[in-house]
């Protein structure tokens, strides 16, 4: 936090705010660490979670069901983020964000006090539309209170919020399911949030409540695009059960999957998303090439060192520890005020950076290379993660008209959270298809990490796509089967 702040203290915004107050000045100070803390919670949470569900599993009796786990906090996030585009657009961030964190909090209690595997999978549904309610109704608080010159600084900030979850989480998480049980990582959490929401939303009903246009009565939601929210929700759910099956009869749910999601993705995401259209629809398109990707290649490092090099999972883990660091280092450039004018050239330096670890990474199935190299590689990789999600995010609000922000951040979180998912089932099935396990080949990880290399390449072009394209009144969002 000290680096943000030597960062923003000398800004100067736009008229209308404290002049040369930053993200931390007195203007925006309690709602800026208000948010952040808000993002470190959930991260904190997101982070720690993986420890506890094992073991959790097992005492639920509930080993064969521990993917619906994921799998259902996943697929109603993403119902939760379209609802929340809609609400945020016509009613104001406010309603949403309160009801997406008493969601979260809520999920949280369910799941930690559950007794049956069943109703910790609940629990985590809750939780998840909870998140995807909360992750976009602060992008439209972003694009509502603060002026476009501080928008880099407090994405910068949210970024910052993960690094300290990302390296004690797990260990935070093991020893309180060691000492205490695994159900106090869920119950711990919601009594947290209290403070930073004291702090938070005073500040947000008086900057950023209420519709755009206060005179005119609220908009009512658009039935069609909560149907299509439905739609890609059940369909990626369908897509990710049929994914951790390879029977034939798998076939069926990944059919009936992608026929709901084609033309729910085609409906929610910017017209000319698939094409990589100038502009908007680029810059969504990539968040979900840059997360997709590397997340998916992110999850097979710890099981690659593990079961190819013999280390522990804790040094396993730790391998991947520095890269927090130099995700928030490469969010906190964009931030910078002199490479505002570059920030093109900045996201396909970071992509680049991106497909350069992914390629190198699976060196280390080779003997000769050190296993430590696989730490150095993911940090640079890392660094260029936090160049390209926090441009994004930022060139996203500014190509939006204030009354599509909502309806924008949610495609861009879509694209986020989708990607993530397919490009995840897609490397698990071509893992499991080459004998992926404990005793994997070299090859199946081998075929996982050059695989995502690809399709962050194409990133690389995709982010020269990402320039100011069409300015925010022509930002629209496409109609299904567009």
């Known amino acids: 936090m000290s680096v943000l702040r030597s960062r923003v203290d000398d800004v100067v915004?736009?008229?209308?705010f404290e002049q040369g107050g930053g993200v931390l000045g007195r203007a925006h100070?309690?709602?800026?660490?208000g948010m952040v803390s808000v993002v470190f919670l959930i991260a904190f949470e997101a982070t720690a979670v993986g420890t506890a569900m094992p073991v959790a599993a097992r005492e639920l009796d509930g080993v064969a069901s521990y993917a619906f786990a994921f799998s259902g906090f996943f697929t109603t996030s993403l119902f939760g983020m379209v609802l929340a585009g809609q609400w945020a657009d016509r009613r104001g961030p406010l309603a949403a964000l309160t009801t997406g964190i008493g969601?979260?909090?809520?999920?949280?209690?369910?799941?930690?006090?559950?007794?049956?595997m069943w109703v910790f999978i609940l629990g985590r549904a809750v939780q998840g539309l909870g998140g995807g309610l909360v992750i976009v109704a602060l992008y439209v608080v972003v694009g509502r209170a603060y002026p476009e010159r501080l928008r880099p600084a407090i994405m910068a900030a949210f970024a910052a919020g993960w690094v300290v979850p990302s390296?004690?989480?797990?260990?935070?998480?093991g020893a309180v399911t060691e000492q205490l049980g695994w159900r106090w990582v869920f119950l711990g959490i919601p009594v947290l949030v209290v403070l930073p929401l004291a702090l938070a939303l005073p500040q947000i009903r008086r900057r950023a409540s209420g519709p755009v246009d206060a005179e005119a009565a609220p908009a009512p939601l658009d039935r069609r695009r909560i149907r299509l929210a439905l739609g890609i929700a059940l369909g990626a759910g369908l897509v990710?059960?049929?994914?951790?099956?390879?029977?034939?009869?798998?076939l069926i749910p990944a059919v009936a999957g992608a026929a709901l999601l084609v033309p729910a993705v085609l409906g929610l995401l910017p017209r000319g998303t698939y094409r990589a259209a100038r502009g908007l629809p680029s810059v969504v398109l990539l968040r979900g090439v840059c997360a997709g990707s590397f997340v998916a290649a992110e999850s097979f490092v710890p099981l690659m060192l593990v079961t190819q090099r013999g280390l522990s999972p804790t040094l396993a883990g730790l391998s991947l520890a520095a890269g927090g660091g130099t995700w928030a280092l490469g969010s906190w450039l964009q931030s910078r005020p002199r490479l505002a004018p570059y920030r093109e050239r900045l996201m396909t330096a970071g992509?680049?950076?991106?497909?350069?670890?992914?390629?190198?990474?699976?060196s280390v199935l080779l003997p000769a290379v050190p296993a430590w190299i696989v730490a150095v590689v993911w940090a640079f990789g890392c660094l260029g993660m936090g160049l390209v999600i926090s441009s994004t995010s930022v060139l996203l609000l500014r190509l939006s008209a204030p009354e599509e922000a909502g309806a924008n951040s949610a495609a861009l979180q879509i694209s986020d959270a989708l990607s993530n998912a397919l490009l995840l089932a897609a490397a698990g099935a071509a893992f499991a298809a080459l004998g992926g396990g404990t005793a994997a080949h070299p090859a199946a990880f081998a075929v996982v990490f050059f695989a995502m290399a690809v399709v962050a390449l194409a990133g690389v072009w995709v982010a020269t796509?990402?320039?100011?394209?069409?300015?925010?009144?022509?930002?629209?969002t496409a109609p299904a089967g567009s």
Not at 29 to 33: G, H, I, Q, T, Y
Not at 103 to 116: D, E, K, N, Y
Not at 240 to 250: E, F, N
């Open 465 to 476: 796509r990402c320039g100011s394209g069409d300015r925010p009144a022509a930002a629209k």
């Open 103 to 116: 969601s979260f909090a809520a999920g949280l209690v369910i799941a930690g006090t559950a007794r049956t």
């Open 351 to 362: 992509m680049v950076l991106v497909v350069a670890a992914l390629a190198t990474a699976p």
């Open 240 to 250: 990710q059960y049929a994914a951790q099956d390879l029977r034939p009869l798998s």
């Open 29 to 33: 100070r309690a709602l800026s660490v």
């Open 13 to 16: 915004v736009e008229e209308g």
């Open 167 to 173: 390296i004690v989480g797990p260990l935070a998480s």
